[in-house]
C-alpha cells in the first residue's frame, strides 16, 4: 500500500507564531485524516478530507486536501502552547482497504511561551 | 460513553515470554482495530476486525502474533514468544460501522495502548 510522507519532523515556535505540517503521497488517496497526539497521550482524531481540493476549518486549524488528492496540510495559526502533540496524518493504504489506515511519521509541535 | 479501554498500560516481560493485550473498544462499534508504535517509527497498522471477523490482518508482523474476537466485543492481541523488537506501544482503536469503503466517514477513537517492553 502506498505510504504517506510527512514534513517536517519537528518544529519549535513561539507562541503566536503560524505552523504548518504537509503529508504527501506518490498514489491517489481515497481520503485523509489528521490526528493529534499530547505528550504521553493517544491519537485523538481531528478531521477526515474525502474531496479534491477540500478546505475545512476548525478555529485555528486549517485542513486541505491537494486537487490531485496526493497532499495535505494542516495549518495552525497563531499557536498556543496547548497546541503542543504531534499531529499525524493517515490515510487508507489502498482504494479498496476502506478503513485501515497508514499513518504518517507525525510532525511532533513544541510551542514556547 | 466511555472510550476505548486497554489492559495492561504497561507491560515488562523476557524474550521467549507471552503476554496477552486486552482491548475494549467503545460499545456498539463494529470496528476494531489494532496499530503499533515502535519508538522513533510512524503508527503501524496491524489489523481490522468487523464484529468477530478479521477483515484486514495484512500489518500483523508474523506468526508470533494472533489476533482474537470472540464475541465479536473485546479483542485480545497474543505476542509468543515475544522478541526484542516486539516492543513498543500497541494501541487498540474502534469505530462505527458506516458507509462503503474509501469514502466512509471513519473517526477512529484510540484507546491509551499498552506499553510493551521486551527484555
Known amino acids: 500500500g502506498q505510504q504517506v510522507m510527512q514534513i517536517p519532523q519537528y518544529q519549535h515556535v513561539q507562541e503566536g507564531e503560524d505552523f504548518t505540517t504537509y503529508c504527501n503521497s506518490s498514489t491517489t488517496l481515497s481520503n485523509i485524516q489528521w490526528y493529534k497526539q499530547r505528550p504521553g497521550g493517544h491519537p485523538v482524531f481531528l478531521i477526515q478530507?474525502?474531496?479534491?481540493?477540500e478546505v475545512k476549518k476548525q478555529k485555528r486549524l486549517t485542513f486541505q486536501f491537494g486537487e490531485a488528492k496526493k497532499n495535505s496540510s494542516l495549518h495552525i495559526t497563531a499557536t498556543q502552547t496547548t497546541d503542543v502533540g504531534t499531529y499525524f496524518c493517515?490515510?487508507?493504504?489502498?482504494?479498496?482497504?476502506?478503513?485501515?489506515?497508514?499513518f504518517g511519521k507525525g510532525t511532533s509541535l513544541l510551542v514556547t511561551p | 460513553e466511555a472510550g476505548v479501554t486497554q489492559f495492561p498500560s504497561h507491560s515488562v516481560i523476557e524474550k521467549g515470554q507471552t503476554v496477552t493485550l486486552r482491548c475494549d473498544p467503545i460499545?456498539?462499534?463494529?470496528?476494531l482495530y489494532w496499530y503499533r508504535r515502535v519508538m522513533g517509527k510512524e503508527i503501524k497498522f496491524l489489523l481490522h476486525?468487523?464484529?468477530?471477523?478479521?477483515?484486514?490482518e495484512s500489518g500483523m508482523p508474523n506468526n508470533r502474533f494472533l489476533a482474537e474476537r470472540t464475541g465479536g466485543t473485546y479483542s485480545t492481541l497474543k505476542v509468543q514468544p515475544a522478541e526484542l523488537e516486539d516492543s513498543g506501544v500497541y494501541f487498540c482503536?474502534?469505530?462505527?460501522?458506516?458507509?462503503?469503503?474509501?469514502?466512509?466517514?471513519?473517526?477512529?477513537?484510540f484507546g491509551p495502548g499498552t506499553r510493551l517492553t521486551v527484555l
Open positions: 482503536a474502534s469505530s462505527r460501522l458506516s458507509g462503503t469503503s474509501g469514502a466512509a466517514y471513519n473517526e477512529q477513537f
Open positions: 460499545s456498539g462499534h463494529d470496528n
Open positions: 476486525f468487523v464484529k468477530e471477523s478479521k477483515q484486514d
Open positions: 478530507l474525502v474531496k479534491s481540493g
Open positions: 493517515a490515510a487508507p493504504p489502498n482504494s479498496n482497504s476502506g478503513y485501515a489506515l497508514n
